[in-house]
């Protein structure tokens, strides 16, 4: 199956118009003439996190801040980071819920968790663990590299994998 997608950002109903009529519509014709089912996603601008900062922090970011930080003299995966950070500079929020047994209200704590930022957000986090990774681990992270020299990752396809023994082959 290949992955397709058009994404499209719109700031004037004008644009929105345009695009919907020249890109969009036509887009989702062809595919469904193909054969391909579709799913339309509409979205504020700021809503959602990006697959880039997602990539960022998880892929860069914590991963050398676990391969090359030392907190009293220990390493740490990064999973422990990942939640060090989160609980230090995202912390909780309570929220109100109900026993469905006794019908009583009752508050607890919940993590804020990342997928919870917007874009700015999420970007003002990431920046708040790099300082932190500077400043108090004497990590200097890597910055991100630009959408044209990230290396493409291939899609796996059917004949990339032994019928047989399920064994992932080398690709020619």
């Not at 996190?49 to 676990?66: D, F, K, P």
């Not at 874009?119 to 990590?139: N, S, W």
Request: glycine residues 6%; aromatic residues 6%; contains cysteine.
């Amino acid at each position: 199956m290949t992955d397709l997608a058009l994404r499209v950002t719109w700031r004037t109903p004008e644009q929105a118009r345009a695009s919907l009529l020249g890109q969009v519509l036509p887009f989702c014709k062809g595919q469904m003439d193909a054969g391909h089912g579709l799913v339309l996603e509409v979205m504020l601008e700021e809503d959602a996190i990006t697959n880039a900062q997602r990539g960022y922090l998880h892929g860069v970011v914590l991963t050398e801040i676990a391969l090359y930080a030392r907190a009293n003299g220990r390493q740490f995966p990064m999973p422990v980071w990942k939640e060090h950070f989160r609980s230090t500079f995202l912390g909780f929020k309570l929220v109100t819920a109900i026993n469905p047994m006794t019908g009583r209200k009752y508050r607890r704590r919940v993590r804020v968790s990342t997928e919870d930022l917007g874009i700015k957000a999420m970007a003002d986090y990431i920046d708040r663990v790099i300082a932190f990774a500077a400043t108090e681990l004497g990590v200097v992270v890597s910055e991100p590299l630009p959408p044209h020299l990230r290396p493409q990752r291939r899609k796996r396809k059917a004949e990339d994998v032994d019928p047989e023994t399920g064994e992932i082959l080398e690709a020619a």
